[in-house]
């Protein structure tokens, strides 16, 4: 830059300045798709200082629309970051890193919360004893189809249950 008076005195300062045009470089060891907690761990590095704004959005159980947002800032290196709770849903996770010069870097994904165990909603084991017969047919259906089903007869057989959370055993 250059400046000048009115007289013609002139002064002259250079400096060579660089731009930040590089998204910050972050890796991130762990983004489950599944959880059967409402809380989970995220970790991870980045190459530079950011801040992270974590967004968690989607539709609850009772049909109603959430969104979550919280900001961190983080040194660069590694680091471990616990996100508010989710609710027991799908939700969409989005985690967007940003660096002094506003360079951003974003990961999403989907994570589906499921707290709640299947319960069985018909069977018919309590039909079985006692029973006279050598060949001995469980069925049942459970509330979430496609669930493991272990059945104990002298020893140990794993089942998976149909579309419909129907299975059988002899």
């Known amino acids: 830059i250059q400046v000048e008076d009115s007289n013609g005195n002139q002064n002259a300062k250079s400096a060579i300045v660089g731009v930040d045009s590089d998204k910050p470089t972050v890796t991130i060891s762990t983004l489950p798709r599944k959880l059967n907690q409402t809380q989970f761990a995220l970790t991870g590095k980045t190459n530079e200082p950011v ?3 974590f967004t968690i959005s989607g539709t609850d159980n009772k049909g109603e629309e959430f969104k979550s947002i919280e ?18 849903t799908e939700n969409l996770f989005t985690a967007t890193f940003s660096d002094a010069a506003g360079n951003e870097a974003t990961f999403s994904q989907t994570i589906l919360v499921d707290i709640t165990a299947p319960v069985f909603l018909e069977h018919n084991i309590d039909l079985l004893d006692p029973t006279y017969t050598q060949r001995v047919i469980i069925r049942g259906k459970v509330s979430e189809p496609g669930s493991k089903v272990v059945v104990f007869v002298n020893g140990e057989t794993e089942l998976k249950t149909d579309a419909e ?4 055993a002899e």
């Open 165 to 168: 959370g129907v299975t059988s």
């Open 51 to 53: 801040k992270v704004t």
């Open 71 to 88: 900001t961190v800032d983080l040194p660069a290196g590694d680091f471990v970051l616990n996100p508010k709770v989710v609710p027991e």
